[in-house]
Protein backbone atom coordinates (compact mmCIF):
# COMPACT_ATOMS: atom_id res chain seq x y z
CA UNK A 1 0.00 0.00 0.00
CA UNK A 2 2.42 2.25 1.05
CA UNK A 3 4.50 2.01 -2.92
CA UNK A 4 1.54 2.81 -5.26
CA UNK A 5 1.29 6.50 -3.43
CA UNK A 6 4.76 7.22 -3.90
CA UNK A 7 4.59 6.20 -7.79
CA UNK A 8 0.99 8.55 -7.68
CA UNK A 9 3.12 11.37 -6.05
CA UNK A 10 6.03 11.63 -8.44
CA UNK A 11 3.76 11.02 -11.42
CA UNK A 12 1.70 14.08 -10.04
CA UNK A 13 5.13 16.21 -9.45
CA UNK A 14 6.79 15.23 -12.94
CA UNK A 15 3.20 16.01 -14.76
CA UNK A 16 3.07 19.39 -13.07
CA UNK A 17 6.73 20.47 -13.47
CA UNK A 18 6.42 19.20 -17.51
CA UNK A 19 3.16 21.02 -18.08
CA UNK A 20 5.01 24.50 -16.69
CA UNK A 21 7.94 23.70 -18.50
CA UNK A 22 5.53 23.27 -21.78
CA UNK A 23 4.24 26.60 -20.87
CA UNK A 24 7.16 28.66 -20.78
CA UNK A 25 7.92 27.63 -24.05
CA UNK A 26 4.87 28.70 -25.33
CA UNK A 27 4.72 32.25 -23.65
CA UNK A 28 8.60 33.09 -24.54
CA UNK A 29 7.32 32.06 -28.16
CA UNK A 30 4.10 33.99 -28.02
CA UNK A 31 5.63 37.22 -26.84
CA UNK A 32 8.44 37.00 -29.36
CA UNK A 33 6.34 37.03 -32.22
CA UNK A 34 4.24 40.31 -30.23
CA UNK A 35 7.45 42.14 -30.56
CA UNK A 36 8.03 41.17 -34.07
CA UNK A 37 4.89 42.34 -34.93
CA UNK A 38 5.11 45.44 -33.47
CA UNK A 39 8.68 46.51 -34.57
CA UNK A 40 7.07 46.02 -37.69
CA UNK A 41 4.32 48.53 -37.27
CA UNK A 42 7.17 51.24 -36.12
CA UNK A 43 8.78 52.70 -39.00
CA UNK A 44 11.55 55.14 -38.51
CA UNK A 45 11.76 58.58 -39.09
CA UNK A 46 14.53 61.16 -38.65
CA UNK A 47 12.57 64.22 -37.83
CA UNK A 48 13.86 67.66 -39.06
CA UNK A 49 14.15 71.28 -38.39
CA UNK A 50 11.57 73.38 -39.44
CA UNK A 51 10.89 77.12 -39.89
CA UNK A 52 8.77 78.36 -36.44
CA UNK A 53 6.77 80.84 -38.96
CA UNK A 54 6.17 77.48 -40.95
CA UNK A 55 4.25 75.72 -38.19
CA UNK A 56 1.88 78.31 -36.88
CA UNK A 57 -0.49 77.20 -40.18
CA UNK A 58 -0.10 73.83 -38.46
CA UNK A 59 -0.93 75.04 -35.02
CA UNK A 60 -3.93 76.90 -36.39
CA UNK A 61 -5.34 73.67 -38.13
CA UNK A 62 -5.05 71.55 -34.88
CA UNK A 63 -6.87 73.89 -33.24
CA UNK A 64 -9.83 73.88 -35.63
CA UNK A 65 -9.79 70.20 -36.49
CA UNK A 66 -10.45 69.73 -32.45
CA UNK A 67 -13.02 72.34 -32.20
CA UNK A 68 -14.63 70.38 -35.34
CA UNK A 69 -14.86 67.46 -33.18
CA UNK A 70 -16.04 68.83 -30.07
CA UNK A 71 -12.67 69.83 -27.74
CA UNK A 72 -11.84 73.68 -27.66
CA UNK A 73 -9.37 75.64 -24.89
CA UNK A 74 -13.15 77.31 -23.70
CA UNK A 75 -14.30 75.48 -20.37
CA UNK A 76 -15.51 71.82 -21.02
CA UNK A 77 -19.45 71.59 -21.33
CA UNK A 78 -20.02 73.89 -24.17
CA UNK A 79 -22.93 73.27 -27.22
CA UNK A 80 -21.64 71.38 -29.78
CA UNK A 81 -22.20 71.19 -33.36
CA UNK A 82 -20.75 68.75 -35.52
CA UNK A 83 -18.97 70.16 -38.40
CA UNK A 84 -17.18 66.52 -39.28
CA UNK A 85 -17.74 66.06 -43.38
CA UNK A 86 -15.03 63.03 -43.49
CA UNK A 87 -12.51 61.16 -40.79
CA UNK A 88 -8.34 61.10 -41.04
CA UNK A 89 -6.45 58.64 -39.64
CA UNK A 90 -5.37 58.86 -36.31
CA UNK A 91 -1.71 59.59 -34.74
CA UNK A 92 -1.46 57.62 -32.17
CA UNK A 93 2.46 58.28 -31.88
CA UNK A 94 5.96 59.73 -33.62
CA UNK A 95 8.88 57.88 -34.04
CA UNK A 96 12.25 59.86 -34.29
CA UNK A 97 15.85 59.58 -34.71
CA UNK A 98 16.88 59.72 -31.16
CA UNK A 99 20.66 60.79 -32.28
CA UNK A 100 18.98 63.84 -34.74
CA UNK A 101 17.05 64.91 -32.12
CA UNK A 102 19.73 65.02 -29.76
CA UNK A 103 22.04 66.93 -31.79
CA UNK A 104 19.50 69.52 -32.30
CA UNK A 105 18.71 70.11 -28.70
CA UNK A 106 22.35 70.38 -27.82
CA UNK A 107 23.03 72.62 -30.38
CA UNK A 108 20.18 74.92 -29.69
CA UNK A 109 20.86 74.58 -25.45
CA UNK A 110 24.62 76.31 -26.67
CA UNK A 111 23.32 79.07 -28.97
CA UNK A 112 20.57 79.61 -26.11
CA UNK A 113 23.95 79.40 -23.52
CA UNK A 114 25.62 82.05 -26.16
CA UNK A 115 22.76 84.37 -26.11
CA UNK A 116 22.68 84.49 -22.49
CA UNK A 117 19.05 83.13 -22.69
CA UNK A 118 17.51 80.17 -20.54
CA UNK A 119 16.77 77.38 -22.72
CA UNK A 120 13.04 75.51 -22.12
CA UNK A 121 10.96 73.79 -24.55
CA UNK A 122 7.49 73.64 -25.67
CA UNK A 123 5.67 70.79 -26.52
CA UNK A 124 3.08 71.73 -29.08
CA UNK A 125 0.39 69.82 -31.38
CA UNK A 126 -0.23 70.49 -34.71
CA UNK A 127 -2.38 68.88 -37.86
CA UNK A 128 -0.09 68.92 -40.87
CA UNK A 129 -1.48 71.11 -43.49
CA UNK A 130 -0.54 71.12 -47.31
CA UNK A 131 1.24 74.72 -46.76
CA UNK A 132 3.55 73.30 -44.50
CA UNK A 133 3.79 69.51 -46.22
CA UNK A 134 4.27 71.48 -49.55
CA UNK A 135 7.52 72.96 -48.06
CA UNK A 136 8.77 70.12 -46.21
CA UNK A 137 7.39 66.47 -47.79
CA UNK A 138 8.82 65.76 -50.99
CA UNK A 139 6.81 63.30 -51.70
CA UNK A 140 3.48 64.34 -53.24
CA UNK A 141 1.72 60.53 -52.18
CA UNK A 142 3.08 60.88 -48.26
CA UNK A 143 1.81 65.01 -48.66
CA UNK A 144 -1.75 63.12 -48.68
CA UNK A 145 -1.40 60.80 -46.35
CA UNK A 146 -0.14 63.06 -44.08
CA UNK A 147 -2.95 65.57 -44.54
CA UNK A 148 -4.60 66.72 -41.64
CA UNK A 149 -2.55 64.42 -39.11
CA UNK A 150 -2.05 65.71 -35.67
CA UNK A 151 1.96 66.47 -35.49
CA UNK A 152 4.11 66.70 -32.49
CA UNK A 153 6.71 70.08 -32.42
CA UNK A 154 9.28 71.11 -29.43
CA UNK A 155 9.28 74.70 -29.61
CA UNK A 156 12.08 75.91 -28.13
CA UNK A 157 12.00 79.20 -25.54
CA UNK A 158 13.62 81.68 -23.08
CA UNK A 159 12.31 80.96 -20.10
CA UNK A 160 12.67 85.03 -18.96
CA UNK A 161 10.90 86.60 -22.21
CA UNK A 162 9.05 83.92 -23.47
CA UNK A 163 10.28 84.17 -27.01
CA UNK A 164 11.88 81.78 -29.11
CA UNK A 165 15.81 82.86 -30.91
CA UNK A 166 16.01 82.13 -35.16
CA UNK A 167 19.27 82.49 -35.86
CA UNK A 168 18.73 82.46 -39.45
CA UNK A 169 21.85 79.87 -39.49
CA UNK A 170 20.24 77.95 -38.23
CA UNK A 171 16.95 77.44 -39.12
CA UNK A 172 17.97 75.85 -42.64
CA UNK A 173 14.36 74.60 -43.93
CA UNK A 174 14.46 70.94 -43.28
CA UNK A 175 17.59 69.84 -42.10
CA UNK A 176 17.88 67.02 -39.53
CA UNK A 177 20.67 68.81 -37.20
CA UNK A 178 21.37 72.02 -35.84
CA UNK A 179 19.97 74.31 -33.47
CA UNK A 180 17.24 76.86 -33.61
CA UNK A 181 13.77 77.13 -35.53
CA UNK A 182 11.33 73.78 -34.10
CA UNK A 183 11.83 70.51 -34.23
CA UNK A 184 9.01 68.25 -36.29
CA UNK A 185 9.33 64.59 -34.84
CA UNK A 186 7.70 63.64 -38.50
CA UNK A 187 7.33 60.14 -37.90
CA UNK A 188 3.37 59.58 -37.57
CA UNK A 189 2.38 56.31 -35.98
CA UNK A 190 0.43 53.93 -37.65
Known amino acids: MHKPSIHCTILFFASFLFSFKNIDKTSVKISSNRSDITQKQIRADTGRIVNLDSIQSCLKNYIKLMTDHGFSIQPGGQPFTSTITTTSQMTTGESFSGTDLSNWLNATAAAYAQAGKTFSIRIVFGAYDM ?46 SGGGGAYDFGGLQP
Open 131 to 176: TFLNRYEPDPAERIKKNNRIAIFLVPYDVSSGLTLQPQANIAGGTP
